[in-house]
């Protein structure tokens, strides 16, 4: 039997808690710290771990503590993003192995610094990985994977839109909450991140982006609340990017891909469509009609691709915000193990957020913006400005009038 990895969870938070309650039932893991800053979080969340019937992890205010008591194989980062370049520093250099939680950082220069360190721990054999759980839920990986390996024909475009809704309350709850420093983002980055990042994944390395951003439905924030831009990639796709907390009452998540021979949509994580044309017959009769059900052969294949729990209309997958953590979590223990690279490397994350800083960018500047001069470093002194263009255009209408 293969010894458990023992895992230090950094963060006593919401997201660290989560952390930690994953590894307690994953058979390859073992949580042994906890690390807060704030002592009674750290104790409060060893209490519950101690109540599911396994050994008290130790509890420390600092990693430093919990690498001199305790034998550490994985240190898990869910502090705020901006301390997680100090931690991973800390914890490479003392030989563990990192998982990093969303976002890599909020900051281009943060994030490069720690893909610089990723990068020469991974000459010593040490895995670093960020957590994209979504990356490995069923429906989300059978569209990469169609997309990746032919299936689709040539990709022609996608979509990843997230149409949800948010009270003025929720912004009004934290001073935290909508703001450039501790937030790093409205919509696109708090809440569209991970469909962004799945686009990126399946369509390939983004190339140039055209964005704009309107703060249209909430007040004493300073980030956007809805946003669209159109992205190009170097396989010729083109991307649309939909991110917005104003549509009420809040609808779904949606990760569309599109090609020559083939096409599939996941609202919410689950699979609502999936089709790839079985013979040159069925993509002749598609060119007359533009409705797929008209289509001889074109029926969905969905319940043929993914297990029931991952087809819209299915019934639940236990417990499924757990089960994409712990996915993430058996390729990352594999990972460690086979000495290979994790399915989400530093390097991955970077060009994720690269693109959702590359969105920002672009609305400010009201011009397009390539991928690698924000991977670079040359929009790093850019200070994010919501519906910039609009301002713009009322400055030119108010000095024509």
């Not at 004493?220 to 991307?239: H, K, M, W």
């Not at 907390?245 to 599939?264: C, E, F, I, K, W």
């Not at 994790?342 to 957020?353: E, H, K």
Request: include cysteine; proline fraction near 4%.
């Amino acid at each position: 039997m293969t010894t458990p990895l023992k895992l230090a969870v950094v963060g006593a938070g919401v997201i660290g808690r989560h952390h930690a309650t994953v590894a307690v039932h994953h058979p390859d893991l073992q949580v042994v710290a906890l690390v807060d800053a704030i002592p009674a979080a750290a104790t409060s969340a060893a209490d519950e771990i101690e109540a599911m019937g396994v050994t008290r992890p130790v509890t420390t205010s600092t990693i430093e503590e919990a690498i001199a008591q305790t034998d550490i194989d994985v240190v898990a980062i869910c502090s705020p993003s901006g301390m997680h370049v100090q931690l991973a520093e800390t914890a490479l250099a003392a030989g563990k192995h990192v998982v990093i939680e969303k976002p890599l950082d909020t900051t281009m220069p943060r994030a490069r610094q720690i893909a610089a360190l990723a990068a020469a721990a991974r000459d010593r054999g040490l895995v670093t990985s960020v957590i994209s759980q979504h990356r490995f839920d069923p429906a989300s990986a059978a569209v990469a994977a169609a997309a990746h390996d032919g299936g689709f024909g040539t990709v022609t475009s996608g979509l990843a839109s997230v149409a949800w809704y948010r009270s003025q309350g929720y912004y009004d709850s934290g001073d935290w909450r909508g703001t450039w420093a501790l937030d790093g983002g409205g919509a696109v980055m708090n809440q569209g991140v991970h469909t962004v990042d799945l686009l990126v994944w399946a369509l390939g390395r983004p190339v140039e982006i055209s964005a704009q951003t309107g703060l249209l439905a909430h007040d004493r924030i300073e980030v956007e609340d809805t946003a669209v831009a159109t992205v190009r990639f170097a396989g010729g796709a083109l991307g649309v990017i939909h991110c917005t907390t104003a549509a009420y009452p809040g609808l779904s998540a949606r990760y569309a891909v599109y090609g020559t021979h083939g096409s599939a949509i996941v609202d919410d994580d689950r699979l609502a469509y999936f089709h790839i044309a079985p013979d040159a017959a069925t993509l002749e009769s598609a060119s007359t009609t533009s409705n797929a059900s008209a289509v001889a052969g074109a029926v969905d294949q969905k319940g043929d691709v993914v297990p029931p729990e991952h087809v819209v209309g299915g019934p639940a997958e236990p417990d499924h915000f757990a089960a994409g953590h712990g996915r993430q979590y058996t390729d990352i223990v594999a990972a460690i193990r086979e000495g290979r690279a994790p399915g989400v490397t530093v390097d991955a994350a970077l060009v994720s957020l690269a693109t959702v800083r590359g969105l920002y960018v672009s609305a400010t500047l009201g011009q397009p913006v390539r991928i690698d001069d924000v991977i670079e470093g040359k929009y790093d002194d850019v200070v994010p400005v919501v519906g910039a263009a609009a301002a713009s255009d009322t400055a030119t209408e108010g000095a024509t009038r």
